[in-house]
């Protein structure tokens, strides 16, 4: 099975920025279908925040695209998402995920969630 740690969150003003961390243990970031940053607001549904592929291509939803950048640390099998320039909007909880990743003890390919690390940006 694979794990997927999540670390960075916190309470933040806007304008402000914050990292997220991302580790999968149990299975390599870069052996995956993508890797992706999901949030969910209260009220709301999940939403993609943004994706990076095994190769390294890269999507954005609008709402974040020039604010936020996913990127592999590749020596911690981490993902990482830098928030810069955060908005009162970007409040949720924000979900490591690990779309076809290959678990190391079996060479098979499975989906993953993280437990969720939450942001909050005050006005």
């Known amino acids: 099975q694979v794990q997927l740690v999540e670390s960075g969150g916190g309470l933040v003003q806007a304008g402000g920025s914050l990292r997220l961390s991302c580790a999968a243990v149990g299975g390599n970031v870069r052996l995956s279908n993508y890797m992706g940053w999901y949030r969910q607001a209260p009220g709301k549904e999940r939403e993609l925040v943004a994706l990076?592929?095994?190769?390294?291509?890269?999507n954005y939803a609008d709402s974040v695209r020039g604010r936020f950048t996913i990127s592999f640390d590749v020596a911690k099998n981490t993902v990482l998402l830098q928030m810069n320039s955060l908005k009162p909007e970007d409040t949720a909880a924000y979900y490591c995920?690990?779309?076809?990743?290959?678990?190391?003890?079996?060479?098979?390919?499975?989906?993953?969630w993280g437990q969720g690390t939450q942001v909050t940006v005050s006005s």
């Open positions: 990076i592929t095994s190769g390294g291509a890269t």
């Open positions: 995920h690990a779309n076809k990743i290959l678990i190391t003890a079996t060479g098979s390919p499975a989906n993953y």
